[in-house]
């Protein structure tokens, strides 16, 4: 399905039947994904509706609009307006990595709306100025190289990350999925995504995190240890957020362990609000 917003176009997709009676958690990819990347989580239907939503630049949504339309304060308006048309006036956000900076940043816009907060190797962005200005740059110039190079040679330098060394691992067929997954995506839409609604971009959420009231879980890989200490960081600031720590998994923790993910979702999501309604 798809909706207009403010010239956006967004596809979005029920993973399962939708129920009005059940409460609604939004699903929100990671860079390079799309709504399809959660599918394997959530294959079976479960006590909740899961409403997965392809980011601006990415998957069927809308890739050559205004690059303001990236930044994430304006793309989460969006988002919301998305849910409000949709008649749903409370959900649980669930994202991973820059999904999960922006189901952050949704929370803290939207707090009366936002009833769960589930970030799956996110971070709530950069507070040292010098730090966001030095990303910034380094998103630009990886933004270059994606538009001069094929986006084979893109992908072929992404997935060689340290970050995901993990899943090399994975079965060579699910690799294979992943890789082709990120070769249909458009690299325009990708370089904008990078300069406009990066890290360096993202407004710094650290201050935020001691006024959120939702429910916070966030879900760290046992192989990555940099967004581990992110977690611990956050809790510091925010006691009341549980972390989980996935064994056998690096970043992408629902590619890699999808069982255990949905285990703990299954385990923390609970009916926050009552009934909803969709067009």
């Not at 240890?225 to 992110?230: A, D, H, L």
Request: charge should be neutral; aromatic fraction near 10%; charged fraction near 20%.
């Amino acid at each position: 399905m798809k909706d207009t917003i403010n010239g956006v176009s967004y596809f979005y997709q029920w993973l399962q039947p939708y129920r009005p009676s059940l409460p609604t958690l939004v699903a929100l990819h990671g860079f390079t994904g799309s709504s399809e990347s959660f599918r394997p989580v959530f294959a079976e239907e479960g006590s909740y509706n899961v409403l997965a939503i392809d980011l601006i630049g990415h998957g069927r949504s809308s890739i050559y609009v205004h690059p303001m339309r990236y930044e994430l304060p304006l793309l989460v308006e969006d988002l919301a307006h998305l849910l409000a048309k949709l008649g749903i006036e409370r959900y649980g956000l669930y994202g991973y990595s820059m999904g999960a900076r922006i189901a952050l940043v949704w929370a803290v816009m939207e707090p009366t709306a936002v009833t769960h907060l589930l970030l799956e190797s996110g971070s709530p962005g950069l507070a040292d100025p010098a730090e966001r200005l030095a990303r910034q740059r380094h998103d630009r110039r990886l933004a270059l190289r994606l538009l001069r190079e094929p986006l084979v040679d893109f992908v072929d330098y992404w997935q060689e990350l340290p970050l995901f060394a993990s899943q090399k691992e994975l079965p060579l067929a699910q690799q294979a999925a992943v890789r082709q997954g990120r070769l249909q995506q458009n690299k325009f839409g990708l370089a904008v995504s990078l300069v406009y609604g990066g890290t360096g971009k993202q407004p710094s959420c650290w201050s935020a995190l001691p006024q959120l009231a939702c429910e916070i879980l966030y879900l760290a890989g046992e192989k990555d240890v940099k967004f581990r200490k992110i977690a611990h960081q956050m809790k510091q600031l925010q006691p009341e957020m549980t972390i989980k720590v996935v064994a056998n998994a690096g970043h992408c923790i629902h590619l890699e362990q999808p069982t255990q993910v949905r285990y703990e979702i299954d385990q923390w999501f609970v009916k926050g609000s009552g009934p909803q309604s969709a067009d």
